[in-house]
């Protein structure tokens, strides 16, 4: 038995990043040709071309992305470069704020998207109320009748 060599593993991956490409294609491929299949049943529906992966996740990640990795990366940048100066602990301050403002306009965001939600479980609730009262006002104006007639109410 041989040693592995570099030249075995640069063969391998290659013929791993073929078989990963190749999978990933045919998977969009019959992915578009569901699109094709429901366009063809529904014109209305329209066709889209599938993001590609990179694209989709910057879509996913991109504030992370801005708001946390490069700040870090120049804070790493800062750390790494020889003398550490007055301008490299400002550098370091500033990125490290930008971290922080982040961490807080993303809780600030989540916790407006939960108010948005407590306001859509009020509006629910204002309508349910204003059904009840309704029913309720009918109730009432039934019973009034009744009682302005004088007949008793039929016992169930």
Known sequence: MSAVTTTNVVVIIGVAVSCATALLVGHLHRKQLRQIELFRKDPNVGIQPPPS?????????WTLIVGVFFPL???????????????????????????????????????????????????????????????????????????SSGSEPQKR
Request: with cysteine; net charge negative.
């Open 73 to 147: 990366g120049g804070i790493g940048l800062v750390l790494i470069s020889q003398p550490f100066t007055q301008l490299s602990s400002v550098l370091v301050l500033v990125n490290v704020a930008c971290i922080f403002n982040y961490m807080l306009a993303r809780a600030e965001q989540q916790l407006l998207e939960l108010h948005r939600g407590h306001i859509e479980i009020a509006r629910d609730m204002t309508s349910l109320l204003k059904d009840v009262k309704h029913e309720v006002d009918g109730l009432r104006q039934r019973m009034d009748t009744l009682e």
């Open 53 to 61: 992966v990179p694209v989709a996740f910057l879509g996913r990640h």
